[in-house]
Antibody, heavy 118, light 109 residues
Framework: EVQLVESGGGLIQPGGSLRLSCAASGFSVSRYYMSWVRQAPGKGLEWVSVLYSVGGAYYADSVKGRFTISRDNSKNTLFLQLNRLTVDDTAVYYC????????????WGQGTMVTVSS | SYVLTQPPSVSVAPGQTARIACGGNNIETKSVHWFQQKAGQAPVLVVFDDTDRPSGIPERFSGSNSGNTATLIISRVEAGDEADYYCQVWDSSGDHPGIFGGGTKLTVL
């Protein structure tokens, strides 16, 4: 079964760091474009970052310079390193896969909650 | 950067047709994807590349894209269609390519 499972969320103080993981099954993350999308409480979806299969990465302006997307092919896992966190980063973080041949996010994880608060 | 605009809410009676608009500058030149998100759940892709449906999505879901407006069309609306709907495009002109609309709450009366 094709599946994504996020983990690593939690309560963190402003200025802190966190690493989110997204474990894939049923496909290889190395062959697909993989994105992180977040949703603040009661708000809409916000695209955060994409990692291309060939290795290039892009970020939303709101996280550029603070967040880093990466993957471990041997673990078939996507990561998002979150640094210098602020209260505005509080959100559910989803990882999602773009389908091969279609640039649409066809598989999503269940999300992991990150709460930034003192 | 590219902006997508959606109405905050749309209401429709069961059995009727719901149309959810997504406005963007010359959006017809882009491929538009639509997601359904029910309360407490992850988003689900319901229409991709303007008009195509993933496997498992009912034929009642369709889309169009012309000029400055893309539209998600839900025919014969059911109570189970009540959800938030988001449009999305990839904007290759910038270095932060993923763009979502603000979302539309579909209420089934």
């Amino acid at each position: 079964e094709v599946q994504l499972v996020e983990s690593g969320g939690g309560l963190i103080q402003p200025g802190g760091s966190l690493r989110l993981s997204c474990a894939a099954s049923g496909f290889s993350v190395s062959r697909y474009y993989m994105s992180w999308v977040r949703q603040a409480p009661g708000k809409g979806l916000e695209w955060v970052s994409v990692l291309y299969s060939v290795g290039g990465a892009y970020y939303a302006d709101s996280v550029k310079g603070r967040f880093t997307i990466s993957r471990d092919n041997s673990k078939n896992t996507l990561f998002l390193q979150l640094n210098r966190l602020t209260v505005d980063d509080t959100a559910v973080y989803y990882c999602a896969r773009e389908g091969l041949g279609i640039r649409a996010l066809d598989i999503w994880g269940q999300g992991t909650m990150v709460t930034v608060s003192s | 950067s590219y902006v997508l605009t959606q109405p905050p809410s749309v209401s429709v009676a069961p059995g009727q047709t719901a149309r959810i608009a997504c406005g963007g500058n010359n959006i017809e030149t882009k491929s538009v994807h639509w997601f359904q998100q029910k309360a407490g759940q992850a988003p689900v892709l319901v229409v991709f590349d303007d008009t195509d449906r993933p496997s498992g999505i009912p034929e009642r879901f369709s889309g169009s894209n012309s000029g400055n407006t893309a539209t998600l069309i839900i025919s014969r609306v059911e109570a189970g269609d009540e959800a938030d709907y988001y449009c999305q495009v990839w904007d290759s002109s910038g270095d932060h390519p993923g763009i979502f609309g603000g979302g539309t709450k579909l209420t089934v009366l």
